[in-house]
């Protein structure tokens, strides 16, 4: 009995001496503190998945890209609403390409191409790149349109008659001084742009939200119609590639706008 009552003894005093590790405690209470914090269960990311699938990806925001509530209030006469059929963008496509414009992009392009980084954010993709590129192969096709025409060499400034060198002469030179004669950024002016734009209806489909609702042009609605111009040149480059875009810049802009 003596030898019992003595092991149980040391037993005791070996649990009450056994150094605890700190950091377990801690553990412990950061877990316990977080059972507590929230008690609701974890979300699967299935769902994401699913709706991923179910909408195409320019008709709704991320799940992910979504704060948790909203930090500035909802002023419902504040609200922009910009159009979301499908059916009104293909027909723009149709009246600014021409038959069969709205299958020269796909769906995807067609809707990046004329949303703007104002629109929700810049959370469903912006034109910027596109407008990039297509403002390159615009201004490229506008000097080649200035180089070769026949107008602007008839209507050419007179060289300095005080100059007595002979200019070096070829007829493929002919219309160089076109380009310094006919500054670009008049040619191709956010204003002329603009006007071709609305002409085929781009301000009812194109996705952007004005500073002031009451005051569109204090918005810049015509730098932003040339920058949707510009978008769709570049989205036509990336799919169907330079020869196609070279052709729709010279017919759908360029013509209209009385340079060819």
Known sequence: MSSKST??????VTRRVRPACECARATNARASLIRQFSRS???PDV??????AE???WSYTPEQMKAPYR?????PAAQWKCNSDPELLDQFYIRFLGRGGDQMLTEEAKWLAITHKSFDQG???FNDRLAFFGRRILNLQ??????????ATKTQSLPDTSDDRTPFTHPALEGLAN??????????????????AKANGMQEIMRWTPRDLHNLNHSGLELILAHTTYAIIGAIALQKGGDVAAKVAREKVLKPLGIS
């Not at 769902?47 to 991923?52: G, K, L």
């Not at 506008?142 to 107008?151: K, M």
């Not at 380009?179 to 006007?195: C, F, H, I, M, Q």
């Open 47 to 52: 769902q994401y998945e699913n709706d991923n």
């Open 55 to 57: 909408r195409p990806r």
């Open 123 to 125: 959370r469903r993709g």
């Open 179 to 196: 380009l310094t004669d006919v500054p670009l950024a008049e040619v191709l002016s956010k204003t002329r742009l603009a006007g071709l």
């Open 71 to 75: 930090w500035r209030i909802k002023n």
């Open 7 to 12: 092991g149980r003894i040391l037993q005791v």
């Open 41 to 43: 269960p974890a979300r």
């Open 142 to 151: 506008t000097n080649l349109a200035l180089l070769h025409s026949p107008t």
